[in-house]
């Protein structure tokens, strides 16, 4: 049986984001019946086998399966985040000093410290203390705290780190959605988990949609009323 022109227009918004009712409603269908309508018009087997024929034509035009997106939805709600952006504690000045006393970097950072020392002074007018390298030197800031400093307790301190996205592992690159500066900094976008995870469980039909409301005792409500049938000739909303 060929389609109507309603009907074929209804193929063709449906494949767009594959919602009945929206696609009834692009189609031409009135408001109060798109619902209707699509849920009906999922069930007739001469427009399943028209969405159908439709996209395997798409997917020969784009060489894109159905396999090749939930693979890719997989990726992304199974990528570990921490591959992108980590927030770590890192030690402090005295966690690796000698005798836990305040560690620089190297010798050019002392020594810068101690001009800034003087200088300060002088502004001041007053004696210049020149900062102590009993610490020693060497500090590196990416080594975890040291459990037994005196000074931050194990504790370090708190920060954000966002990898280097050229060398992301492979099973990261899919949750990776761009940078977006802001007065605030950078902001890493990442795709969302939760709802590619969504897609991968209605794909494989471990959602059922559909609601039942029960009664007091468990079985289905009893409701009692008037029922208005609404007729629709063909030319009208078929």
Same mark, same amino acid.
């Given at each position: ?14 494949? @767009? ?29 001469? @427009? ?15 060489? @894109? ?33 000698? #005798? ?34 009993? =610490?020693?030197? #060497? ?28 060398? /992301? ?8 959605? =761009? ?5 605030? #900094? ?10 590619? /995870? ?16 029960? #009664?007091?005792?468990?079985?289905? @409500? ?17």
């Amino acid at each position: 049986m060929a389609l109507t022109a309603k009907q074929s227009r209804f193929v063709d918004e449906y494949l @767009i984001d594959l919602n009945a009712t929206q696609a009834a409603l692009r189609a031409g269908y009135s408001k109060r019946t798109a619902g209707q309508i699509g849920d009906e018009n999922l069930k007739k087997p001469e @427009i399943q086998k028209a969405i159908q024929q439709r996209m395997q034509e798409r997917q020969a035009r784009t060489q @894109i399966s159905a396999d090749m997106v939930l693979r890719r939805w997989w990726e992304i709600a199974t990528a570990d985040p921490n591959e992108l952006v980590s927030y770590r504690r890192v030690c402090c000045r005295h966690c690796f000093g000698v #005798g836990h006393k305040y560690q620089w970097a190297d010798e050019l950072e002392y020594q810068r410290a101690a001009q800034q020392a003087e200088k300060d002074a002088a502004e001041a007018d007053r004696h210049a203390v020149p900062p102590s390298d009993e =610490g020693g030197y #060497g500090f590196d800031r990416t080594l975890r705290p040291h459990p037994k400093c005196p000074e931050c307790k194990g504790e370090g301190h708190g920060e954000v780190f966002v990898n280097d996205t050229r060398d /992301l592992p492979a099973a990261a690159r899919p949750l990776y959605a =761009g940078v977006k500066v802001t007065k605030d #900094g950078l902001e890493v976008k990442l795709q969302d988990q939760g709802k590619a /995870l969504e897609n991968v469980a209605r794909h494989l039909g471990m959602f059922n949609d559909k609601k039942t409301l029960l #009664g007091p005792d468990g079985g289905p @409500i009893q409701m009692v009323g008037r029922i208005e049938l609404v007729s629709m000739d063909d030319d009208g909303e078929d």
